[in-house]
């Protein structure tokens, strides 16, 4: 995998504004374990609120043990709730490639499972369409090809309490800290220098 950052550079340029009247959106993306996904996302400018759970399957109400069994269908997935006016949907789809390795299939570094699959799940077709596009100009940057599933949002079903903030409420368990913190790390610099 190449990673270049020139998606921070692009983050001003794609939708950073100051307009303190506009509505929250929220997009539902998955790229791994919701606990590393989670955390990247809630230094990003502009978002507002990041939820973990699950979807992408069928059985309703899913419970932690279930997904990680494989019973459902569902993957672990974030919700990200973000102000238009400071952060566009493209800025927001364009840090997703630079989160987690989407050419990856079957998990997520250690973390291997259909639970831990690259996907984004549109609400509507605007959100499909910037998904495809995002996916088209992020394939530039990589060596392999991206796996990531692009697919409608038929249901989130929040995670447990639990997970909620994990990493914030964790910082010192050894998954935190072995895996979480330098990804962290990694992306606040990145961010830094945006």
Known sequence: ???????????PILGFMNNAHSATESVVLGGGCFWCTEAAYEMLPGVKDVVSG???????????QQVCAHATGHAEVIRIDYDPAQVSLEAVLDYFWHVHNPTQVGGQGN???????????????????????????????????????IVPLKKFWIAEDYHQDYFAKNPTAGYCRFVIAPKIRKLEQQLKKS
């Open 1 to 11: 995998m190449r990673f270049r950052p020139a998606f921070l550079i692009l983050l």
């Open 54 to 64: 699950y979807a992408g399957g069928d059985e309703p109400n899913p419970t932690y």
């Open 111 to 149: 973390d291997q499972g259909p639970q831990y699959r690259s996907i984004i799940l549109y609400a509507n077709d605007a959100q499909r369409a910037a998904a495809e596009k995002s996916k088209a100009r992020a394939q530039e940057e990589f060596r392999d090809p991206i796996t990531t599933e």
